[in-house]
């Protein structure tokens, strides 16, 4: 019954390292989403991925690329992390990208800090 | 573009209190509206939605949230709370169905005393 499972759960870089965060769901859901989460500025869209094999820029695109590797994996990269992405990042998926008909799940999240 | 204002940011009640939090919206249609919880270290849980029809919606956990549309509200409510709420509440707002379109408000934190 795991739902949405993020990895790591914490992480510390110093700026100019790269990593990538793993998000993987098990309700056979077509799409899946990245969000941040700032203090004071709620969730913001990073990328979404309708369906397998496609990805689409959301709010907040800039240093950051994802793969969406099958139908429950979906990454997110920091190719040269910077102070600016310290932030919390949630994964989610939803069965269809609609809300009316469906429900967006959400992870624990991963606490990034970037020194 | 739409936006949501969650104008408290921290809210602390008694257990066994009424709760009303304050969620605005500014969108020029009557997007389809939302509220979801986090609790310590979890994800976002969905509590209800409202799409049309009935204004007072009813969601999990004995929550409920009305939408005024000549204030362009959308507050969440609970008759008696519990310790257990404690967690920070979201607001969001969507012009469509479309999850990729979902804006979330900047959150109101809730403290629960004995």
């Known amino acids: 019954n795991a739902g949405v499972t993020q990895t790591p759960k914490f992480q510390v870089l110093k700026t100019g390292q790269s990593m990538t965060l793993q998000c993987a769901q098990d309700m056979n859901h077509n799409s899946m989403y990245w969000y941040r989460q700032d203090p004071g500025m709620g969730l913001r869209l990073i990328y979404y991925?309708?369906?397998?094999?496609?990805?689409d820029k959301g709010e907040v695109p800039n240093g950051y690329n994802v793969s969406r590797l099958n139908k429950r994996e979906f990454s997110l990269r920091l190719e040269s992390a910077a102070p600016s992405q310290t932030s919390v990042y949630f994964c989610a998926s939803s069965e269809v990208g609609s809300i009316i008909t469906g429900e967006l799940f959400f992870g624990e999240g991963s606490r990034l800090t970037v020194l | 573009a739409q936006s949501v204002t969650q104008p408290d940011i921290h809210i602390t009640v008694s257990e066994g209190a009424s709760l009303e939090l304050r969620c605005n919206y500014s969108y020029g249609a009557t997007p389809y509206l939302f509220w979801y919880v986090q609790s310590p270290g979890q994800g976002l849980q969905l509590l209800l939605k409202y799409f049309s029809g009935d204004t007072l919606v009813q969601g999990i956990k004995g929550f409920e949230a009305e939408f005024k549309r000549s204030q362009s509200s959308f507050n969440l409510r609970k008759p008696s709370v519990h310790w257990s709420d404690a967690a920070e509440y979201f607001c969001a707002v969507a012009p469509s169905g479309s999850a990729r379109q979902l804006t979330f408000g900047s959150g109101t934190q809730l403290t629960v005393l004995p």
């Open positions: 991925s309708a369906s397998e094999g496609t990805t």
